[in-house]
């Protein structure tokens, strides 16, 4: 089945500095690859996402780049805001038989100190 | 618009007690599913459905049994609890579905539900 390996598992940035999590995936069937940032004490929630056809995808701060034959996809913040701090979670996904197989990387503690 | 909705939020049981966890989604989606949270090992997918009346295994599955008798409700039912389920259980909907649709799409999740076994 899919692996999904996240790095680091922590994080600490300095406010206005750039935070980045690597993400490396298994399988290369996986065609769909979101980022998820869980508050303390709520449910994790799709920030940005990237499907295999593109290789960039750009949301005002947040980026994520994929590279399907390195089997790597990674999220980039510019400019950290102390809301920013959370955890963050990497997914690599794929369609088959009408649902969707989601695999979750373990997790990167992100603090960003003002 | 309430999205996904889990309860109760915190549970502590002893060992060998059951209980259901309850989940409910007012979007209309096909696919829900259950996972797991614990330190160090992300969401681990313990149980889905495509749509009611169809349910399979995750990743974790035993010790755990679910049904889906409607496309809004999907049950965790926790047969004899043991410590090992000590754990953070998120529920989580998707659009994607056996009727097509996205086949690959964001997951809603819902707040989790903190679960404690003695």
């Not at chain 1, 390996?5 to 290369?28: F, M, N, R, W």
């Not at chain 1, 949301?59 to 994929?66: E, Y």
Request: glycine share 10%.
């Amino acid at each position: 089945g899919e692996n999904v390996e996240q790095h680091p598992s922590t994080l600490s940035v300095q406010e206005g500095d750039s935070a980045v999590i690597k993400c490396t995936y298994s399988d290369s069937a996986s065609n769909y690859f979101p980022w998820y940032k869980q508050e303390l004490g709520k449910g994790p929630q799709l920030i940005i996402d990237i499907r295999s056809n593109v290789g960039e995808k750009k949301d005002q701060r947040i980026a994520v780049t994929l590279n399907k034959t390195a089997k790597h996809f990674s999220l980039h913040i510019t400019e950290t805001q102390p809301e920013d701090s959370a955890v963050y979670f990497c997914a690599a996904s794929r369609g088959s038989g009408g649902y969707q197989k989601v695999t979750f990387g373990t997790g990167t503690k992100l603090q960003v100190i003002p | 618009n309430a999205g996904v909705t889990q309860t109760p939020k915190f549970q502590v049981l002893k060992t060998g007690q059951s209980m259901t966890l309850q989940c409910a989604q007012d979007m209309n989606h096909e696919y829900m599913s259950w996972y797991r949270q614990d330190p160090g090992m992300g969401l681990r997918l313990i149980h889905y459905s495509v749509g009611a009346g169809i349910t399979d295994q995750g990743e974790v599955p035993n010790g755990y049994n679910v049904s889906r008798s409607t496309t809004e409700d999907f049950p965790l039912r926790l047969l004899s609890a043991a410590p090992s389920q000590t754990s953070v259980y998120f529920c989580a909907s998707s659009p994607g579905g056996l009727a097509g649709g996205h086949r690959t799409g964001e997951l809603f999740f819902g707040e989790g539900s903190r679960l404690t076994v003695l």
